[in-house]
């Protein structure tokens, strides 16, 4: 039995259609060994988002808003149900202990692909896990075909005043990153 969830996702205005459809969410799959490469030899590259690949959701509306009003320009907000089915939790302590024995297990080859990846200073821990939770989700797919579906997290996602020396580590609330776009149905615009 799989688990929807409500999932807000902020955005511009002018990305989104006067149609909502599902084709707004078309996701793009980047192998992260390649980006590396890519990246290596100066050629166009995307790092991966703290939680891997993919299109992003937050569990609360607010965060969402927080999340988009940092970026300048007329925002809007889309809700979504988010199919769950083969979705890592990477709050789930049996899962994080066998996580850390493979992050363990590939940190060498992880840090030469980060080193490739050109990062930001306040990115740099969410790249390198980025990096690692796709090696992971290839693992599981070569050895176990599994089709990992998304990845959540609960996380803090700052206000727009924040400084980044003042985040907290206390979560205030569940993101998605979503790695299939059709998982992502009904989706609305909220006004808000």
Same mark, same amino acid.
């Given at each position: 039995?799989?688990?929807? +969830?409500?999932?807000?996702?902020?955005? =511009?205005?002018?990305?989104?259609?006067?149609k909502i459809s599902?084709?707004?969410?078309?996701? =793009?799959?980047? @192998?992260?060994?390649?980006? &590396?490469?890519?990246? &290596?030899?100066?050629? *166009?590259?995307?790092? /991966?988002?703290?939680?891997?690949?993919? $299109?992003?959701?937050?569990?609360?509306?607010?965060?969402?808003?927080?999340?988009?009003?940092?970026? /300048?320009?007329? @925002?809007?907000?889309?809700? &979504?149900?988010?199919?769950?089915?083969? !979705?890592? @939790?990477?709050? @789930?302590?049996?899962?994080?202990?066998?996580?850390?024995?493979?992050?363990?297990?590939?940190?060498?080859?992880?840090?030469?692909?980060? #080193?490739?990846?050109?990062?930001?200073?306040?990115?740099?821990?969410? $790249?390198?896990?980025?990096?690692?939770?796709?090696?992971?989700? *290839?693992?599981? #797919?070569?050895?176990?075909?599994?089709?990992?579906?998304?990845? =959540? #997290? *609960?996380?803090?996602? /700052?206000?727009?005043?924040?400084?980044?020396?003042?985040? +907290?580590? $206390? /979560?205030?609330?569940?993101?998605? !990153?979503?790695?299939?776009?059709?998982?992502?149905?009904?989706?609305k615009e909220i006004?808000?």
């Amino acid at each position: 039995m799989s688990e929807v +969830s409500d999932g807000f996702h902020g955005t =511009k205005k002018i990305l989104v259609n006067n149609k909502i459809s599902k084709d707004y969410f078309q996701i =793009k799959k980047y @192998d992260v060994i390649q980006e &590396a490469t890519n990246a &290596a030899n100066h050629r *166009r590259s995307k790092n /991966p988002g703290s939680l891997g690949y993919g $299109v992003y959701f937050f569990s609360k509306f607010e965060m969402a808003k927080e999340f988009i009003s940092k970026f /300048p320009g007329d @925002d809007t907000i889309l809700q &979504a149900d988010l199919d769950l089915e083969n !979705c890592i @939790d990477l709050d @789930d302590e049996d899962f994080q202990d066998s996580y850390h024995i493979y992050r363990k297990k590939v940190e060498q080859t992880a840090q030469v692909h980060f #080193k490739n990846f050109s990062v930001r200073s306040n990115a740099k821990q969410n $790249v390198y896990d980025g990096i690692i939770i796709e090696l992971y989700i *290839r693992e599981l #797919k070569k050895k176990q075909q599994i089709e990992v579906s998304s990845v =959540k #997290k *609960r996380t803090y996602t /700052p206000s727009k005043d924040e400084k980044s020396e003042f985040y +907290s580590n $206390v /979560p205030n609330g569940t993101e998605y !990153c979503i790695r299939l776009s059709e998982i992502i149905t009904n989706t609305k615009e909220i006004v808000g």
